[in-house]
């Protein structure tokens, strides 16, 4: 607490403040009150419906104007397609206007924009609500990288500050070798520019570049000072833990599959934002 100190004031001056400083709270205590009464806060009770093909594992809703996504609301649940869900919420009725996002366990995107909470308790995701890569107002942006690291990278990923996922692979069979640059085409989501970048080097190590505009900036360098720390963790981890591992019930069959299903979802994504970028321009 920060204190003044009195040094000239006598009593009446003293008293004059005091009569001064009753008013203002006065006025501060109405004009409090009036405000909660023309904003108050409200909760209901929203009803989603997954009417998608796929099981969404992640579920966020947050107010238009909000830069981040805010909690996922689903937890450790999950959202089974052709299910509803109950969500309560806590907003303000003055501003009603939310969006929501939802990703599903192949990582494709569905966005539901400027949902009026005062008006409506019932959403329905549907396949019309897909996200293409680039988002559906996607800017073609070529970005160049340089790797300043002391390795060579061998995996490079963009993905929206929206996203719980990194999506595919950028360099798919080349190698971003120790000094050198590379350019990529890439379509930005106009409405949502911002992104992150990972890499991985050859010794596993990965270097992560957060936040950034791709609309504003377009030359990145990844260096050393990037270095994740996220896989400290790990670092004690035993190769020869699963020596032992049964894999009778087919497990590598099963994995590939996932992969392929996810790489042909992914493609589907990638080639609808870039289509409609080329579109546009």
């Known amino acids: 607490m ?5 040094t000239a004031l006598d009593h009446k001056e003293i008293k004059n403040k005091g009569i001064q400083m009753k008013k203002i709270l006065l006025l501060s205590l109405a004009t409090f009150f009036l405000a909660g009464s023309l904003f108050a806060e409200t909760t209901k009770t929203i009803i989603i419906e997954n009417f998608l093909e796929e ?5 966020y809703l947050s107010p238009v104007d909000e830069r981040e996504w805010g909690e996922d609301r689903l ?3 999950l959202f089974d397609m052709g299910s509803t869900i109950e969500i309560e919420i806590t907003y303000d009725e003055s501003q009603p206007i939310y969006d929501l996002m939802a990703e599903d366990e192949m990582e494709q995107s569905y966005r539901i924009e400027e949902i009026n909470l005062n008006e409506t308790n019932f959403i329905s ?19 160049t990288f340089s790797n300043e690291t002391g390795e060579d990278i061998y995996y490079l990923y963009v993905s929206s500050r929206d996203s719980m996922y990194w999506g595919e692979d950028l ?19 106009e409405d949502y520019p911002d992104n992150d970048i990972l890499a991985e080097g050859e010794t596993g190590s990965s270097y992560e570049l957060m936040d ?18 996220s896989g400290d963790d790990y670092s004690d981890y ?11 019930n087919g497990n590598d069959e099963y994995l590939q599959g996932y992969k392929d299903g996810f790489t042909d979802a992914w493609k589907e994504a990638y080639s609808q934002g870039f289509q409609a970028a080329m579109e546009q321009n």
């Open 125 to 143: 995701i549907s396949p019309e609500s897909f996200l293409p890569f680039g988002g559906r107002n996607p800017v073609v942006r070529e970005m």
């Open 75 to 77: 937890g450790d649940d």
């Open 238 to 248: 035993d190769d020869y833990d699963y020596d032992d591992y049964d894999n009778s």
């Open 171 to 189: 360099l798919g069979d080349e190698v971003l070798e120790n000094g050198a640059t590379i350019s990529i085409t890439i379509p930005i989501d």
């Open 2 to 6: 920060i204190k003044s100190k009195v």
């Open 55 to 59: 099981t969404v594992y992640y579920l």
């Open 212 to 229: 950034f505009n791709m609309l504003e900036e377009d030359f990145f360098s990844i260096t050393s000072d990037d270095l994740s720390q």
